[in-house]
Protein backbone atom coordinates (compact mmCIF):
# COMPACT_ATOMS: atom_id res chain seq x y z
CA UNK A 1 0.00 0.00 0.00
CA UNK A 2 1.00 3.74 -0.37
CA UNK A 3 3.25 5.08 2.45
CA UNK A 4 3.87 8.58 3.54
CA UNK A 5 6.96 8.98 5.49
CA UNK A 6 7.35 12.28 7.32
CA UNK A 7 10.03 14.11 8.56
CA UNK A 8 11.04 15.22 11.04
CA UNK A 9 9.46 13.20 14.32
CA UNK A 10 9.77 15.39 16.13
CA UNK A 11 10.84 19.30 16.52
CA UNK A 12 11.55 21.29 19.40
CA UNK A 13 12.38 25.33 18.87
CA UNK A 14 12.09 28.49 20.53
CA UNK A 15 9.61 31.07 19.49
CA UNK A 16 10.17 33.05 16.62
CA UNK A 17 12.45 30.20 14.88
CA UNK A 18 11.29 29.61 11.28
CA UNK A 19 10.13 25.69 11.01
CA UNK A 20 10.24 22.91 8.40
CA UNK A 21 8.93 19.76 7.87
CA UNK A 22 8.32 17.39 4.79
CA UNK A 23 6.26 14.28 3.37
CA UNK A 24 7.42 12.01 0.52
CA UNK A 25 5.44 9.13 -0.69
CA UNK A 26 6.47 5.75 -2.42
CA UNK A 27 3.61 6.65 -5.30
CA UNK A 28 2.19 9.59 -6.48
CA UNK A 29 -0.67 11.56 -5.29
CA UNK A 30 -3.40 14.25 -7.04
CA UNK A 31 -3.58 15.94 -4.09
CA UNK A 32 -1.75 16.81 -0.49
CA UNK A 33 -2.95 18.72 2.55
CA UNK A 34 -0.90 19.68 5.65
CA UNK A 35 -3.39 19.20 9.06
CA UNK A 36 -2.62 19.66 12.31
CA UNK A 37 -3.81 18.19 15.41
CA UNK A 38 -4.24 19.73 19.32
CA UNK A 39 -4.33 17.45 22.01
CA UNK A 40 -7.81 15.89 22.34
CA UNK A 41 -9.10 16.94 18.86
CA UNK A 42 -9.52 15.80 15.62
CA UNK A 43 -6.78 17.25 12.75
CA UNK A 44 -7.84 20.35 11.19
CA UNK A 45 -6.93 20.98 7.70
CA UNK A 46 -4.41 24.34 7.11
CA UNK A 47 -3.63 23.80 3.68
CA UNK A 48 -4.33 21.82 0.41
CA UNK A 49 -2.95 21.73 -2.46
CA UNK A 50 -3.87 20.39 -6.15
CA UNK A 51 -1.30 20.90 -8.91
CA UNK A 52 2.27 19.68 -9.12
CA UNK A 53 4.66 22.62 -8.23
CA UNK A 54 2.24 24.52 -6.47
CA UNK A 55 3.03 26.93 -3.52
CA UNK A 56 0.20 27.80 -1.36
CA UNK A 57 0.24 30.35 1.36
CA UNK A 58 -1.89 30.45 4.20
CA UNK A 59 -0.55 33.57 7.27
CA UNK A 60 2.63 32.38 8.18
CA UNK A 61 2.34 28.94 6.61
CA UNK A 62 3.27 28.09 3.55
CA UNK A 63 3.72 24.40 1.51
CA UNK A 64 4.68 23.25 -1.91
CA UNK A 65 3.29 19.89 -3.80
CA UNK A 66 6.52 18.68 -5.14
CA UNK A 67 6.72 18.76 -9.39
CA UNK A 68 7.38 14.65 -8.89
CA UNK A 69 3.84 14.20 -7.38
CA UNK A 70 5.66 12.05 -4.24
CA UNK A 71 6.47 14.71 -2.25
CA UNK A 72 5.30 18.29 -0.37
CA UNK A 73 6.85 20.52 2.67
CA UNK A 74 5.56 22.83 4.89
CA UNK A 75 6.87 25.96 6.20
CA UNK A 76 6.04 28.16 9.35
CA UNK A 77 7.92 31.32 9.53
CA UNK A 78 8.09 33.51 13.12
CA UNK A 79 6.33 30.52 15.22
CA UNK A 80 3.99 31.32 18.09
CA UNK A 81 3.31 29.56 20.96
CA UNK A 82 -0.19 28.17 19.12
CA UNK A 83 1.60 26.60 16.95
CA UNK A 84 2.46 23.72 19.18
CA UNK A 85 0.86 20.09 18.03
CA UNK A 86 1.18 17.48 15.66
CA UNK A 87 0.95 18.20 12.32
CA UNK A 88 0.32 15.54 9.38
CA UNK A 89 0.69 15.56 5.89
CA UNK A 90 -1.69 13.38 3.79
CA UNK A 91 -1.92 12.41 -0.05
CA UNK A 92 -5.39 11.64 -1.79
CA UNK A 93 -4.89 9.70 -5.07
CA UNK A 94 -7.97 10.32 -5.95
CA UNK A 95 -8.87 6.48 -8.08
CA UNK A 96 -12.04 6.38 -9.99
CA UNK A 97 -14.52 6.05 -6.63
CA UNK A 98 -12.20 5.88 -4.28
CA UNK A 99 -11.07 9.35 -2.23
CA UNK A 100 -9.09 7.77 0.22
CA UNK A 101 -6.59 9.99 2.14
CA UNK A 102 -3.44 8.14 3.48
CA UNK A 103 -1.65 10.48 6.51
CA UNK A 104 1.85 10.56 7.35
CA UNK A 105 3.29 9.84 10.30
CA UNK A 106 3.46 13.45 12.08
CA UNK A 107 5.78 15.92 13.43
CA UNK A 108 5.45 16.93 16.54
CA UNK A 109 6.38 20.48 17.30
CA UNK A 110 7.24 21.54 21.01
CA UNK A 111 8.62 25.63 21.60
CA UNK A 112 11.03 25.06 24.53
CA UNK A 113 10.31 28.83 26.46
CA UNK B 1 -24.97 20.55 14.46
CA UNK B 2 -21.68 22.49 12.25
CA UNK B 3 -19.45 19.77 12.71
CA UNK B 4 -18.76 16.45 12.86
CA UNK B 5 -20.12 14.99 16.30
CA UNK B 6 -19.03 11.59 17.70
CA UNK B 7 -20.51 9.03 20.30
CA UNK B 8 -19.30 8.21 22.73
CA UNK B 9 -16.27 10.49 23.72
CA UNK B 10 -14.88 7.75 25.96
CA UNK B 11 -15.63 4.08 26.28
CA UNK B 12 -14.08 1.47 28.98
CA UNK B 13 -15.10 -1.88 27.68
CA UNK B 14 -13.46 -5.31 29.08
CA UNK B 15 -12.21 -7.74 26.21
CA UNK B 16 -14.85 -9.62 24.50
CA UNK B 17 -17.47 -7.22 25.08
CA UNK B 18 -18.67 -5.74 21.64
CA UNK B 19 -18.97 -1.80 21.31
CA UNK B 20 -20.28 0.67 19.09
CA UNK B 21 -19.14 3.82 17.90
CA UNK B 22 -20.90 6.56 15.93
CA UNK B 23 -20.61 9.50 14.02
CA UNK B 24 -23.29 11.84 12.69
CA UNK B 25 -21.17 13.87 9.22
CA UNK B 26 -22.00 17.62 8.60
CA UNK B 27 -24.89 17.91 7.09
CA UNK B 28 -24.82 17.25 2.74
CA UNK B 29 -21.18 15.62 2.84
CA UNK B 30 -21.51 12.25 0.99
CA UNK B 31 -17.90 11.43 1.71
CA UNK B 32 -17.22 9.45 5.40
CA UNK B 33 -14.40 8.12 6.62
CA UNK B 34 -13.01 6.30 9.65
CA UNK B 35 -9.34 6.32 11.07
CA UNK B 36 -7.82 4.77 14.09
CA UNK B 37 -4.78 6.68 16.14
CA UNK B 38 -3.30 4.79 18.69
CA UNK B 39 -1.34 6.89 21.71
CA UNK B 40 1.25 8.79 20.37
CA UNK B 41 0.95 7.41 16.58
CA UNK B 42 -0.26 8.62 13.40
CA UNK B 43 -4.02 7.91 11.71
CA UNK B 44 -4.55 4.58 10.31
CA UNK B 45 -7.04 4.04 7.47
CA UNK B 46 -10.41 1.65 8.27
CA UNK B 47 -12.99 2.41 5.97
CA UNK B 48 -14.56 4.83 3.40
CA UNK B 49 -18.02 5.64 2.57
CA UNK B 50 -19.23 7.58 -0.18
CA UNK B 51 -23.27 7.94 0.22
CA UNK B 52 -24.08 4.46 1.47
CA UNK B 53 -21.51 2.34 0.29
CA UNK B 54 -17.80 1.39 1.07
CA UNK B 55 -15.42 1.55 -2.26
CA UNK B 56 -12.44 0.99 0.05
CA UNK B 57 -12.56 -1.36 3.16
CA UNK B 58 -9.11 -2.08 2.72
CA UNK B 59 -8.14 -0.48 6.52
CA UNK B 60 -10.12 -2.68 8.44
CA UNK B 61 -7.83 -4.81 10.40
CA UNK B 62 -9.78 -8.20 11.12
CA UNK B 63 -13.47 -9.28 10.17
CA UNK B 64 -14.28 -8.41 14.26
CA UNK B 65 -14.45 -4.82 12.40
CA UNK B 66 -17.48 -3.74 10.16
CA UNK B 67 -19.14 -0.26 9.77
CA UNK B 68 -21.84 1.13 7.78
CA UNK B 69 -24.10 3.92 6.46
CA UNK B 70 -27.10 4.82 6.29
CA UNK B 71 -29.06 7.83 4.64
CA UNK B 72 -25.99 8.81 3.50
CA UNK B 73 -25.82 10.44 7.01
CA UNK B 74 -25.13 8.54 10.27
CA UNK B 75 -22.71 5.76 10.30
CA UNK B 76 -21.73 3.25 12.75
CA UNK B 77 -18.14 1.11 13.64
CA UNK B 78 -18.95 -1.74 15.58
CA UNK B 79 -15.45 -3.44 16.98
CA UNK B 80 -16.61 -7.18 18.09
CA UNK B 81 -14.77 -9.11 20.85
CA UNK B 82 -13.04 -6.55 21.93
CA UNK B 83 -9.18 -6.99 22.48
CA UNK B 84 -6.78 -4.56 24.26
CA UNK B 85 -5.11 -3.68 21.07
CA UNK B 86 -8.46 -2.30 20.04
CA UNK B 87 -7.88 0.49 22.78
CA UNK B 88 -7.25 3.76 20.56
CA UNK B 89 -8.99 7.15 19.33
CA UNK B 90 -11.13 6.37 16.55
CA UNK B 91 -11.54 9.48 14.25
CA UNK B 92 -14.46 9.98 11.68
CA UNK B 93 -14.40 12.99 9.00
CA UNK B 94 -16.60 13.89 6.53
CA UNK B 95 -16.35 15.72 3.14
CA UNK B 96 -18.14 17.02 0.11
CA UNK B 97 -19.28 15.55 -3.12
CA UNK B 98 -16.62 14.08 -5.30
CA UNK B 99 -14.87 16.81 -7.02
CA UNK B 100 -11.44 18.05 -6.53
CA UNK B 101 -11.86 19.14 -2.50
CA UNK B 102 -12.95 15.44 -1.06
CA UNK B 103 -9.31 15.75 0.43
CA UNK B 104 -10.39 19.06 2.57
CA UNK B 105 -11.75 16.61 5.80
CA UNK B 106 -13.55 17.74 8.24
CA UNK B 107 -12.85 15.52 11.81
CA UNK B 108 -14.50 14.94 14.80
CA UNK B 109 -12.93 14.97 18.33
CA UNK B 110 -12.85 11.36 18.22
CA UNK B 111 -14.14 8.15 20.48
CA UNK B 112 -11.54 7.28 22.81
CA UNK B 113 -11.85 3.35 23.42
CA UNK B 114 -9.91 1.74 26.37
CA UNK B 115 -10.43 -2.15 26.42
CA UNK B 116 -9.24 -3.60 29.53
Known amino acids: GQQLNQSPQSMFIQEGEDVSMNCTSS?????WLWYKQDPGEGPVLLIA?????ELTSNGRLTAQFGTTRKDSFLNISASIPSDVGIYFCAGQSRNFGNEKLTFGTGTRLTIIP | GAGVSQSPSNKVTEKGKDVELRCDPISGHTALYWYRQRLGQGLEFLIYFQGNSAPDKSGLPSDRFSAERTGESVSTLTIQRTQQEDSAVYLC??????????????FGEGSRLTVL
Open chain 1, 27 to 31: SIFNT
Open chain 1, 49 to 53: LYKAG
Open chain 2, 93 to 106: ASSLDPGPKTGELF
